[in-house]
Each structure stands twice: as structure tokens, then as C-alpha cells.
């Protein structure tokens, strides 16, 4: 069956470390986005890709880092320069950064805890 | 910028009961698509219903409806015949037609259905 595997699901890190969550997507689709949830906010936009080897900040970009080596896999590193890092994260995926469909796929996500 | 809003945190509604979930955004497009989106217990995120803005009939799916008021910028999402599986965080969200990272979440309702 197609679709975005995350792992871990859940993640404990302590203050300073980096942490890299994994995002792979078997739908064949263009383009790539990381999440954050936190409880009350709706989710925020961290970095998306429309293609390999790009890919652009969204609106809390700071303290994370993302790549985009091949289409199926684009992971997300939060750093230690992150302030608050404790959250859940989404990855999620498109067809095409645009078009006629632009539905979001998503994956089950993942719970980081910083200790 | 766009934002969306959704104006009920939480409600609850008997089994077999019809609830609506408010939602309004703030746009100044007019090329845009609507989604509701469900988020269970089990966190992942799943499309319920999508309009596109341009299409004057409300979408329908099964026991999901919307209404939608483009002049008034509304988007509520019906549920008819309520299920215990019904009971999720549903999340409002606009995209900027032809810019799948433009989607903008609302914050959420989190809806109990009560048996």
C-alpha cells in the first residue's frame, strides 16, 4: 500500500542533542512538507521541498534542517539551536506543490520530548 | 497573509446527531481550495471533504457535507448521523490555489461524539 512512513514514533532527546526524524513517501508525489503541532495551534509550516535537491524555510524554519536527496525521502533534523523542540511532527506530501488536486498526505507523525 | 479561523475549541454531540464546525478565513484570492481535515486519537491525519473555491455546489461525502459562503468567507462542515468513530480534531485549512505550500490550518475543534 502507498503511502508516508515516520519513525520513530516516539523520540526522547536531551538538551543539546540533534535528532533527525524520518520521512519516506512511496506515492510517487513531487513534493514534501514538515509540520509541527503543538496542542491548541493548528499546524505550522517548518520546510517543504517540490523537488529534489530544493528546498525552501516555511514559517518556523529556525532551529531545524531538512534535505531532499531523493524524492521518497526528505528528513527532518531538529537542532540544538531549536528553543523548544518538544512538539509533535507531521510530514506529509502533494502530488505537486500546486495544481488542481493539492490534497496533503500524511504520515502517522512523531512525538519528540526533549528531557 | 491568509488565517483561518475556527471559533469552537471543543463540542460534543450525541450518537446518531447532527453537529456543524464553524470555520472562516480571510483571504484576498480567488483561486483557493477548502479542506477539512479529522485527526483522531491515533494522530494521523486524514482529508474528510475539499471545495474548490471556483464550484458554487457545496461538496458532499457520505455523511459529510459542507456549506460553503464564499462571499461571507464560511466554511462549515456538516456531520450527519454521528459515529463514535467520528470523535477526532478537525482541522480547517486553505490552500492558495497553485501553491501547495501555502496550506494555512485553523486551529482545530475537537469534537466528542457521546455514546
Known amino acids: 500500500d502507498g503511502g508516508i512512513t515516520q519513525s520513530p514514533k516516539y523520540l526522547f532527546r536531551k538538551e543539546g542533542q540533534n535528532v533527525t526524524l524520518s520521512c519516506e513517501q512511496n506515492?510517487?508525489?513531487?513534493?514534501m512538507y514538515w509540520y509541527r503541532q503543538d496542542p491548541g495551534q493548528g499546524l505550522r509550516l517548518i520546510y517543504y521541498?517540490?523537488?529534489?535537491?530544493?528546498?525552501q524555510k516555511g514559517d518556523i524554519a529556525e532551529g531545524y534542517s531538512v534535505s531532499r536527496e531523493k524524492k521518497e525521502s526528505f528528513p527532518l533534523t531538529v537542532t540544538s539551536a531549536q528553543k523548544n523542540p518538544t512538539a509533535f511532527y507531521l510530514c506529509?506530501?502533494?502530488?505537486?506543490?500546486?495544481?488542481?488536486?493539492?490534497?496533503?498526505?500524511f504520515g502517522e507523525g512523531s512525538r519528540l520530548t526533549v528531557l | 497573509a491568509q488565517t483561518v479561523t475556527q471559533s469552537q475549541p471543543e463540542m460534543s454531540v450525541q450518537e446518531a446527531e447532527t453537529v456543524t464546525l464553524s470555520c472562516t478565513y480571510d483571504?484576498?484570492?480567488?483561486?483557493?481550495?477548502l479542506f477539512w481535515y479529522k485527526q483522531p486519537p491515533s494522530r494521523q491525519m486524514i482529508l474528510v471533504i475539499r471545495?474548490?473555491?471556483?464550484?458554487?455546489q457545496n461538496a458532499t461525502e457520505n455523511r459529510f457535507s459542507v456549506n460553503f459562503q464564499k462571499a461571507a468567507k464560511s466554511f462549515s462542515l456538516k456531520i450527519s448521523d454521528s459515529q463514535l468513530g467520528d470523535t477526532a480534531m478537525y482541522f480547517c485549512?486553505?490552500?492558495?490555489?497553485?501553491?501547495?505550500?501555502?496550506?494555512?490550518f485553523g486551529p482545530g475543534t475537537r469534537l466528542s461524539v457521546l455514546p
Open positions: 506529509a506530501s502533494s502530488i505537486d506543490s500546486g495544481g488542481p488536486t493539492g490534497e496533503l498526505f
Open positions: 506515492l510517487n508525489h513531487d513534493a
Open positions: 521541498s517540490q523537488i529534489v535537491n530544493d528546498f
Open positions: 483571504t484576498s484570492e480567488s483561486n483557493y481550495y
Open positions: 471545495q474548490e473555491a471556483y464550484k458554487q
Open positions: 485549512a486553505f490552500m492558495n490555489g497553485g501553491y501547495g505550500q501555502n496550506f494555512v
